[in-house]
């Protein structure tokens, strides 16, 4: 049996309150933007979503990243895809026209860099790409956003990553050695282990939805956390 030592149960807390601020955070800053992408000065010609846009989760003002989106050809013939991207500015959006050739069944990635002159309304860069109508392919547009950290070195994506790690490692290793030497015979110790398992649950959601640019749902699971957090960290026994 392994002994209990109470400062080792009140450390795998702090290591776990830490890592879920920091998960709120990484939240935070994935999901923000492309909310306020949709609410820049693009103006918007459709509702068909082009699900393969990608921007940059984390950049840095002196990183230089793409933002790339998937076409496929699903018909028997080959198509010229005219695609407008826009990317926010200063002073004014920056458009760039391309035209893509695809043959039957092909799929080809089309990338546009962004960096610091792109950089608006403090701390974001946002982007939207439009593809035209093409043969039987219907007009479709989606925006993402990028958040920016105002440090002077590159090396946006690897702190985030970096950060993701360090997350899930305080989460992991917190809510493990807060368990080991907890009572959990004892009832509101239990409890409180299913509160700690709650928030993990909904913090990982959050990160995994707004990865994946699903922002609505990214925001309700931040507000979730941000409202029950003070409850679900608060333990019931010491």
């Known amino acids: 049996m392994v ?29 923000w933007p492309d909310m306020e992408a949709r609410l820049y000065g693009f103006v918007k010609y459709t ?22 989106i998937r076409l496929h050809n699903s018909l028997d013939k080959p198509i010229i895809w005219p695609v407008r991207a826009e990317f926010s500015a200063p002073l004014e959006i920056i458009t760039v026209d391309e035209k893509v050739e695809l043959q039957p069944g092909e799929t080809k990635t089309i990338s546009w860099v962004v960096g610091k002159e792109n950089i608006d309304l403090s701390m974001f860069i946002f982007a939207r790409v439009f593809a035209f109508p093409a043969s039987s392919k219907a007009m479709a547009e989606s925006t ?24 899930a490692l305080g989460i992991g290793f917190g809510l493990w050695l807060w368990q080991r030497h907890s009572d959990m015979s004892d009832s509101a ?13 909904v913090i990982a959601v959050g990160i995994i939805a707004s990865i994946l640019s699903w922002w609505p749902l990214a925001i309700l699971t931040l507000a979730l956390t941000l409202v029950t957090l003070s409850v679900f960290l608060i333990p019931r026994k010491v």
């Open 3 to 31: 002994q209990q030592k109470p400062i080792l149960r009140k450390l795998g807390l702090i290591f776990f309150s830490i890592a879920i601020l920091l998960g709120i955070l990484l939240n935070l800053v994935t999901a």
């Open 47 to 68: 509702t068909n979503s082009l699900s393969s846009l990608s921007c940059p989760v984390l950049m840095t003002t002196l990183d230089r990243e793409p933002v790339t």
């Open 144 to 167: 993402c956003g990028t958040f920016i950290l105002p440090l002077p070195i590159k090396g946006g994506p690897f702190i985030f990553y970096l950060s993701l790690f360090l997350t």
């Open 189 to 201: 110790v239990f409890a409180q282990l299913s509160r700690m398992r709650f928030i993990t649950l």
